[in-house]
T-cell receptor, first 115, second 116 residues
Framework: KAGVTQTPRYLIKTRGQQVTLSCSPI?????VSWYQQTPGQGLQFLFE???????NKGNFPGRFSGRQFSNSRSEMNVSTLELGDSALYLC??????????????FGPGTRLTVL | AQSVAQPEDQVNVAEGNPLTVKCTYS??????LFWYVQYPNRGLQFLLK??????LVKGSYGFEAEFNKSQTSFHLKKPSALVSDSALYFC??????????????FGGGTRLMVKP
């Protein structure tokens, strides 16, 4: 089985712009989660989608949004970029409805740099 | 709310020696605990998990972890370290949110350096 894929792998944007990141989960996985990784804040949960519905959302401003399509692929969008949004954005997928017991499988991440 | 602490930013060990990476947690219900490893420019790779049952959990690449409920700890161990084990290790706790879905809360990470 192919793993979780994320595109693009690297992105450079300037302040005020918006960006869309894409994630394709492992085939058959219906839960997709997004995390932000920075040196200062570590790994932080952004949101989780299951069957095209956002189930949970972390403590991030409304500039961060996402969606999931019927094929389970997911996108996240960040509008009005700030310097502090520079980070590695990780997507993870997992199986089942209540996935608390199941490991998540992570993609390689998208490295976003905001200038 | 749940939290995870990894008290050591870095652990140094000689190749062939045993290693331990420490993790303590705080959760209001049953703890569901995970260890992940991250190599440079890569995503996180799952190593092992504790859901219930035996306190000693065996995982990938010869790693194991010991769950201790009284000390709220879940330390990662390996009997004999390899240079290739050098990486960033994250402990995480999984929580059921709003009776649906899941969310991983990570510790700050511990960099493991294995020297030849």
């Amino acid at each position: 089985k192919a793993g979780v894929t994320q595109t693009p792998r690297y992105l450079i944007k300037t302040r005020g712009q918006q960006v869309t990141l894409s994630c394709s989960p492992i085939s058959g996985h219906r839960s997709v989660s997004w995390y932000q990784q920075t040196p200062g804040q570590g790994l932080q949960f952004l949101f989780e989608y299951f069957s095209e519905t956002q189930r949970n959302k972390g403590n991030f401003p409304g500039r961060f949004s996402g969606r999931q399509f019927s094929n389970s692929r997911s996108e996240m969008n960040v509008s009005t970029l700030e310097l502090g949004d520079s980070a590695l954005y990780l997507c993870a997928s997992s199986t089942t409805l209540a996935g608390v017991y199941n490991e998540q499988f992570f993609g390689p991440g998208t490295r976003l740099t905001v200038l | 709310a749940q939290s995870v602490a990894q008290p050591e930013d870095q652990v140094n060990v000689a190749e062939g020696n045993p290693l331990t990476v420490k993790c303590t947690y705080s959760v209001s219900g049953n703890p569901y605990l995970f260890w992940y490893v991250q190599y440079p420019n890569r995503g996180l790779q799952f190593l092992l998990k504790y859901i219930t049952g035996d306190n000693l959990v065996k995982g990938s690449y010869g790693f194991e972890a010991e769950f201790n409920k009284s000390q709220t700890s879940f330390h990662l161990k390996k009997p004999s370290a390899l240079v290739s084990d050098s990486a960033l290790y994250f402990c995480a706790v999984s929580a059921l949110v709003n009776n649906a879905g899941n969310m991983l809360t990570f510790g700050g990470g511990t960099r493991l350096m294995v020297k030849p």
